[in-house]
């Protein structure tokens, strides 16, 4: 069976400072012959609750196989330097699965379709692309005082938008680090295990100094000249004073200066977070202890918070810049930490490490770390969008489907005609036999639903696949699957009563939504905030955003973030009917993309119908 390495390195050892980014990219995914404990991957599917009640049954017999979990652990990580060195021979073999493909010369407004034929990822049963899942898969540890090499320096690809970084996590955070490689071996995936015995995690780092190096990659945001190969700065040269001068590519100024925020929870006591209006506030949600929320607002917000049973007793208050995005609430002492039970100093350590590593993403990627580390990287592909205007061709049951790239920061794809106009109407009469209802949005981090007209004051239906008795529905998920370069049976819902369930799913029902005029989406994102105690991190990867129809005003849908030298709204999509837009919420290093926030405008006159569907990363919740 596979398994990742544990990179944690205790001895002095040289052989992974000479990786090459690629190949510590993918040197995680060694077969290091470790079997995993009995733990059945038809367990991915349970919810929380059931975890629980098989944990309690499970005990008894955790118990005795304690103790030679814990020998296979430590035999685990003693094969680390072996596990390095089988490395370097299977990332050559692993290298195009976890890169997008080396960018080949741009060549401007021309297709591309030979270089960009899709790949479909298929597997033998529907789980296989979890078959070697770690939530710790990219990130790798060596000695601190080792540092004949400088290997933040040494190791970046030209061909890959991915970086190697450096960071460094104190020591007393180090059991949190074992919680995670505990949680990767046991493969528990909502920490019940690690929680249960977390007196007996075992720690193997024998560190001598205060921190602990750990390697990982970040994603570059490519610079303004590679979005625009095709610009001739001679061509664009003005007179001067002093004769022809050429013109630099700058970015356009963007009017929108909006962002995400996420607000950390570090007290044992559940807290609701407010949005401060002028005249009244809201709640935005309900944060658990040691848990996180996040949400998308403007510089000079003001947000408050109060304990979850007293609304006056206002325990925080934050007036928030785009500069400082990660907000804590920390109220605890040196003393009240150590009275903490076991269990809450652990995941207060979690969130420290946390915040530790979200430092160091910062300052090398100068973007905030949205995402909970350890996280791995999307196990999903991703459409090469190396510059504006790119094109791919595809081809699927017989027919060419083009591909444009809108934007690359965000990420940003089009494909007019992916639904025909047949379709789109038998979408519609289909949401609309459903019966449309308030459009509701995200709350809090137990993630309740909200009716919030200020934010989106629309209706809509959520149309199963095939539950509505038609192969509607089947032939577009089958085509969206295709698009995304998936196999098709991950978006198939489990069969009721299947044992043992051979399907899950990674994508949500279709959302038929209407917009009236008047009605809208304020800028926000697609994307969830995970709890730190989900092993997978589950959280929406990709939006597949579908037209309807095209016989109304305004209703564009808009990136008002999108990188591009002269639209200072960003990029703004007008509806097509039958045409799909692609847009990722993750980066290729596991992050969230803050830039990929989007809005619907209101509709001017007449009515919008637009379906969604959602593909998560590395499944659904
Ligand atoms: O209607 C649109 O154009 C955008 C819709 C959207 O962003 C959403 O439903 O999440
Ligand atoms: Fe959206």
Same mark, same amino acid.
């Given at each position: 069976?596979?398994?990742?390495?544990? @990179?944690?390195?205790?001895? !002095? =050892? %040289? #052989?992974?400072?000479? /990786?090459?980014?690629? $190949? +510590?990219?993918?040197? &995680?995914?060694?077969?290091?012959?470790?079997?995993?404990?009995?733990?059945?991957?038809?367990?991915?599917?349970?919810?929380?609750?059931?975890?629980?009640?098989?944990?309690?049954?499970?005990?008894?017999?955790?118990?005795?196989?304690?103790?030679?979990?814990?020998?296979?652990?430590?035999?685990?990580?003693?094969?680390?330097?072996?596990?390095?060195?089988?490395?370097?021979?299977?990332?050559?073999?692993?290298?195009?699965?976890?890169?997008?493909?080396?960018?080949?010369?741009?060549?401007?407004?021309?297709?591309?379709?030979?270089?960009?034929?899709?790949?479909?990822?298929?597997?033998?049963?529907?789980?296989?692309?979890?078959?070697e899942y770690t939530r710790t898969a990219n990130i790798t540890f060596c000695d601190p005082f080792d540092s004949s090499? @400088?290997?933040?320096?040494? !190791? =970046? %690809? #030209?061909?890959?938008? /991915?970086?190697?970084? $450096? +960071?460094?996590?104190? &020591?007393?955070?180090?059991?949190?680090?074992?919680?995670?490689?505990?949680?990767?071996?046991?493969?528990?995936?909502?920490?019940?295990?690690?929680?249960?015995?977390?007196?007996?995690?075992?720690?193997?780092?024998?560190?001598?100094?205060?921190?602990?190096?750990?390697?990982?990659?970040?994603?570059?945001?490519?610079?303004?000249?590679?979005?625009?190969?095709?610009?001739?700065?001679?061509?664009?040269?003005?007179?001067?004073?002093?004769?022809?001068?050429?013109?630099?590519?700058?970015?356009?100024?963007?009017?929108?200066?909006?962002?995400?925020?996420?607000?950390?929870?570090?007290?044992?006591?559940?807290?609701?977070?407010?949005?401060?209006?002028?005249?009244?506030?809201?709640?935005?949600?309900?944060?658990?202890?040691?848990?996180?929320?996040?949400?998308?607002?403007?510089?000079?917000?003001?947000?408050?918070?109060?304990?979850?049973?007293?609304?006056?007793?206002?325990?925080?208050?934050?007036?928030?810049?785009?500069?400082?995005?990660?907000?804590?609430?920390?109220?605890?002492?040196?003393?009240?930490?150590?009275?903490?039970?076991?269990?809450?100093?652990?995941?207060?350590?979690?969130?420290?490490?946390?915040?530790?590593?979200?430092?160091?993403?910062?300052?090398?990627?100068?973007?905030?770390?949205?995402?909970?580390?350890?996280?791995?990287?999307?196990?999903?592909?991703?459409?090469?969008?190396?510059?504006?205007?790119?094109?791919?061709?595809?081809?699927?049951?017989?027919?060419?489907?083009?591909?444009?790239?809108?934007?690359?920061?965000?990420?940003?794809?089009?494909?007019?005609?992916?639904?025909?106009?047949?379709?789109?109407?038998?979408?519609?009469?289909?949401?609309?036999?459903?019966?449309?209802?308030?459009?509701t949005v995200v709350a809090g981090s137990q993630r309740t639903m909200m009716r919030d007209v200020s934010t989106r004051?629309?209706?809509?239906?959520?149309?199963?696949?095939?539950?509505?008795?038609?192969?509607?529905?089947?032939?577009?998920?089958?085509?969206?699957?295709?698009?995304?370069?998936?196999?098709?049976?991950?978006?198939?819902?489990?069969?009721?009563?299947?044992?043992?369930?051979?399907?899950?799913?990674?994508?949500?029902?279709?959302?038929?939504?209407?917009?009236?005029?008047?009605?809208?989406?304020?800028?926000?994102?697609?994307?969830?905030?995970?709890?730190?105690?989900?092993?997978?991190?589950?959280?929406?990867?990709?939006?597949?955003?579908?037209?309807?129809?095209?016989?109304?005003?305004?209703?564009?849908?808009?990136?008002?973030?999108?990188?591009?030298?002269?639209?200072?709204?960003?990029?703004?999509?007008?509806?097509?009917?039958?045409?799909?837009?692609?847009?990722?919420?993750?980066?290729?290093?596991?992050?969230?993309?803050?830039?990929?926030?989007?809005?619907?405008?209101?509709?001017?006159?007449?009515?919008?119908?637009?379906?969604?569907?959602?593909?998560?990363?590395?499944?659904?919740?």
């Amino acid at each position: 069976m596979n398994h990742q390495s544990h @990179d944690i390195i205790t001895e !002095s =050892s %040289s #052989s992974w400072e000479d /990786l090459d980014p690629d $190949e +510590f990219l993918n040197h &995680n995914k060694t077969d290091d012959g470790i079997d995993k404990n009995d733990k059945n991957d038809d367990d991915d599917e349970d919810d929380v609750n059931e975890n629980d009640d098989e944990n309690d049954e499970n005990e008894e017999e955790d118990n005795e196989s304690l103790t030679s979990w814990t020998q296979e652990f430590m035999e685990h990580w003693k094969q680390h330097a072996f596990a390095v060195l089988v490395a370097i021979v299977a990332t050559v073999a692993a290298h195009s699965y976890k890169k997008s493909p080396s960018p080949a010369v741009p060549v401007p407004y021309s297709s591309s379709s030979s270089s960009s034929a899709p790949t479909l990822h298929l597997y033998d049963d529907a789980h296989e692309h979890l078959h070697e899942y770690t939530r710790t898969a990219n990130i790798t540890f060596c000695d601190p005082f080792d540092s004949s090499k @400088d290997s933040s320096s040494s !190791s =970046s %690809s #030209s061909s890959s938008s /991915l970086k190697v970084m $450096e +960071f460094h996590i104190s &020591n007393e955070f180090l059991p949190a680090l074992h919680a995670h490689y505990a949680a990767d071996v046991w493969q528990d995936v909502n920490y019940s295990r690690v929680l249960t015995f977390l007196e007996q995690l075992p720690s193997h780092l024998q560190i001598k100094s205060s921190s602990t190096r750990g390697l990982t990659h970040y994603y570059i945001d490519p610079s303004i000249e590679t979005l625009y190969p095709y610009y001739n700065p001679t061509a664009e040269a003005k007179m001067s004073a002093n004769g022809l001068e050429t013109k630099p590519l700058r970015a356009a100024h963007l009017t929108f200066t909006g962002f995400g925020v996420k607000f950390f929870n570090l007290s044992p006591k559940p807290v609701l977070l407010y949005w401060d209006g002028r005249e009244e506030r809201k709640v935005v949600g309900e944060i658990a202890p040691f848990e996180s929320l996040g949400t998308a607002t403007t510089p000079g917000q003001s947000f408050s918070m109060t304990p979850v049973y007293d609304a006056d007793q206002v325990v925080g208050r934050w007036v928030v810049t785009a500069d400082d995005v990660t907000l804590y609430f920390e109220p605890m002492n040196d003393d009240q930490i150590q009275q903490l039970t076991q269990q809450e100093r652990l995941l207060y350590q979690m969130q420290k490490l946390n915040q530790e590593f979200a430092k160091h993403y910062l300052i090398h990627s100068r973007r905030a770390w949205l995402s909970q580390f350890p996280r791995a990287f999307p196990l999903h592909p991703m459409w090469e969008t190396s510059y504006i205007h790119q094109k791919h061709v595809y081809r699927d049951e017989g027919r060419d489907y083009h591909i444009r790239v809108e934007s690359v920061l965000p990420k940003v794809l089009t494909i007019p005609d992916f639904l025909s106009d047949h379709e789109c109407e038998a979408l519609i009469q289909l949401a609309l036999h459903e019966g449309l209802r308030a459009s509701t949005v995200v709350a809090g981090s137990q993630r309740t639903m909200m009716r919030d007209v200020s934010t989106r004051s629309s209706d809509n239906t959520w149309l199963e696949r095939g539950n509505n008795a038609t192969s509607l529905t089947d032939a577009i998920y089958r085509r969206a699957a295709r698009l995304l370069r998936l196999d098709e049976r991950l978006f198939q819902k489990p069969v009721d009563d299947e044992v043992p369930a051979h399907r899950h799913s990674i994508a949500e029902s279709l959302q038929v939504v209407r917009y009236r005029a008047g009605e809208e989406y304020t800028a926000h994102h697609d994307f969830v905030y995970p709890s730190q105690q989900l092993w997978y991190q589950p959280t929406r990867f990709a939006t597949l955003l579908l037209y309807l129809n095209d016989d109304f005003e305004g209703g564009h849908t808009v990136f008002p973030r999108a990188v591009t030298r002269d639209l200072h709204d960003g990029v703004r999509i007008r509806p097509k009917k039958g045409t799909a837009v692609l847009f990722y919420s993750m980066l290729p290093d596991g992050n969230m993309d803050d830039r990929s926030q989007h809005a619907s405008e209101p509709v001017q006159l007449g009515e919008k119908f637009i379906a969604n569907l959602w593909v998560w990363e590395p499944l659904i919740n």
